[in-house]
């Protein structure tokens, strides 16, 4: 069996937090947990986060809020290394790290406080190998780390949470070689098990809860991975 | 806490078989449970199954096929009402009910023997809501059902399960004029919680298991609703 238990007493949190402390404090780990944690509650304790009044907003930056406030598509801009789709407003963007998602990851929702903005941890991967070293230490237990986002996604509504920081996890399970019951081989199994981990936790959390961590106890999954080992290779990429 | 636990103990299935009434003895159910089945379990049960010896690859599959075999690329045809992108006889297409995905769906690993692919359910929905009544008159439990299927994404590796059939469930949770802690009001935020649970449930299963159904317990998303509200409409989708 498996459990997601979310993690619940967390505090309002803001910059310099202790992070990886309070929620050692707030929940009890298991060795093999995944702790789930959302990327706003991250990038807020890592002073992620921008107020619009310092943003002078280019000329590409007018041209892209298409009659929105042209310093948040600045900030978009700031955040992306291309522009993968836009329309009226609407900004679909690949960041620095390599994620193709909405706005860059640029979010004005679950902001510390109106008129700012919160972008995407710098390193995800890092910020989860802080959290994973944290709770080692205060906790002693081995937990692995994923750092989640919600993405939208071609063809389907809606959001899924999906994976943009990992440690102590391989984030692919690949079943290549591996037979099914009939004897087929599995040539092109491979199952992004981050992702649909995060996607799991994301239930137990519920946005408006303030409750932005969850643990998925049962999984057997350990071992050593990036977040980045997610992200498709472009000359693999049918959709660039 | 949401619970996922595998079903356990079902035979090899093949056409015509009581799938409900093997899932209703394989497993107890609980009020407000989703039931998440693998489509391949259900096709198989309908007798979703085309053998290649029958096929007769037109002119169009063979181009398509790009030196793999025709005939599957023919089925694949059958089953799409478009193609959205090839490459080296790798097939992006929309299917018959609206869903992209590889192949469209139409799969030869897990297929009963060699020389068969397994089509997608013709309506998926309906596979749920048989599942769901028949457990509801076998079991007294009144649980939803997710039919669920492994597609890729644009972007990141690795396949997730997301939900194809849907029964007794609201596939996306709208927190429209809801506010987050900070007051903000999550005006785009609907959560595609059917494809987080049907991940959830695969992270359970396990493909080569033979556990083509998992239970998720714990959630409160009862309702009515169809697996095609999951499907962007054509005027919003920017990847047409």
Chains 1, 2 share one sequence.
Request: glycine content about 10%.
């Amino acid at each position: 069996m498996i459990s997601i238990l979310p993690v619940e007493g967390l505090p309002e949190l803001g910059a310099g937090d202790d992070l990886g402390a309070l929620l050692a404090r707030a929940a009890s780990f298991e060795h093999g947990d995944v702790l789930v944690v959302a990327q706003k509650a991250i990038s807020k304790t890592e002073g992620r986060v921008v107020r619009l009044e310092e943003v002078e907003p280019g000329e590409r930056a007018r041209e892209l809020a298409a009659g929105r406030d042209p310093r948040h598509a600045q900030v978009i801009l700031d955040e992306s290394t291309r522009i993968v789709r836009e329309r009226d407003g609407f900004v679909i963007a690949e960041t620095r790290h390599g994620f193709v998602c909405g706005s860059a990851g640029v979010d004005a929702s679950n902001a510390p406080e109106a008129g700012t903005l919160v972008l995407l941890p710098v390193d995800p991967d890092a910020s989860a190998e802080r959290l994973r070293a944290r709770i080692r230490e205060l906790n002693g237990a081995a937990v692995a780390v994923i750092v989640s986002d919600s993405f939208g996604r071609p063809w389907r509504l809606g959001t899924t949470d999906v994976a943009i920081g990992v440690a102590g996890l391989r984030p692919l399970l690949d079943l290549e070689g591996r037979r099914d019951p009939a004897g087929y081989e599995l040539h092109s199994t491979v199952i992004a098990v981050a992702d649909e981990i995060a996607g799991a936790a994301e239930l137990a959390m519920r946005k408006l809860a303030r409750m932005p961590a969850a643990i998925v106890r049962g999984l057997d999954l350990a071992g050593e991975g990036s977040a980045r080992e997610l992200i498709m290779p472009a000359e693999r990429d049918l959709f660039r």
